[in-house]
């Protein structure tokens, strides 16, 4: 079983709509949760990072919630564009180490 | 700064063959690590290299191989080539710090036929 787990495996929303994406994780020691952008045919590219201590962090449109208790994160994306149309994945990395671990992504599309 | 690069950018090979795909890091960076990635399976962590060491290894067949040079460049070999093999191999720098973060190069896509 994967250590990080994402949901929903894919999601098509209207152009100008909010939607949320979901990661659970299991990894343990935790030291930050990365989410990240990925374009079709291109590298990843960090959107947020959060460690122990934060709840919250927004970049934009985006924000993503933290709780360390439950092991669980949000990625919650405010009135969509068309060029959000993307992977989101989530990335938790193991304390101490440069150990991470990769969700396999939430596909999110888009359309007008 | 320049970001993370990657060559090529796409490759076509055919079963059996091998093939040698480069990178190169964020000036500065010291770790320079692989990911494969297939449709449905997400980012498999390949191996990372810091200061031309190889300092983290994923779980892969000893077909997949790599090195780091003293400018930080690092190239990933594949030998042996498998209709399996075709994906998007990322490359991914960072100062090699726990927990600093990576950056990404835009991948190379390779197809085996």
């Known amino acids: 079983k994967n250590q990080v787990e994402q949901s929903p495996q894919s999601l098509i929303i209207l152009e100008g709509k909010n939607c949320t994406l979901q990661?659970?994780?299991?990894?343990?020691?935790?030291?930050?949760l990365r989410w990240y952008k990925q374009d079709t045919g291109r590298g990843p590219v960090s959107l947020t990072i959060m460690t122990f201590s934060e709840n919250t962090k927004s970049n934009g449109r985006y924000t993503a919630t933290l709780d360390a208790d439950t092991k669980q994160s949000s990625l919650h994306i405010t009135a969509s564009q068309l060029s959000d149309s993307a992977s989101y994945i989530c990335?938790?990395?193991?304390?101490?180490?440069?150990?991470?671990?990769f969700g396999a992504g939430t596909r999110l599309t888009v359309k007008p | 700064k320049a970001g993370v690069t990657q060559t090529p950018r796409y490759l076509i090979k055919t079963r059996g063959q091998q093939v040698t795909l480069s990178c190169s890091p964020i000036?500065?960076?010291?770790?320079v690590s692989w990911y494969q990635q297939t449709p449905g399976q997400g980012l498999q962590f390949l191996f990372e290299?810091?200061?031309?060491?190889?300092?983290n290894k994923g779980n892969f067949p000893g077909r997949f191989s790599g090195r780091q040079f003293s400018n930080s460049r690092s190239e990933m070999n594949v030998s042996t080539l498998e209709l399996g093999d075709s994906a998007l191999y990322l490359c991914?720098?960072?100062?090699?710090?726990?927990?600093?973060?990576?950056?990404f190069g835009p991948g190379t896509r390779l197809t085996v036929l």
């Open positions: 990661c659970n994780y299991t990894v343990s020691p935790f030291s930050n």
């Open positions: 000036s500065g960076h010291r770790s």
């Open positions: 290299y810091f200061s031309e060491t190889q300092r």
């Open positions: 990335v938790v990395t193991v304390y101490n180490n440069n150990d991470m671990r």
């Open positions: 991914a720098s960072s100062s090699g710090l726990a927990g600093n973060e990576q950056f």
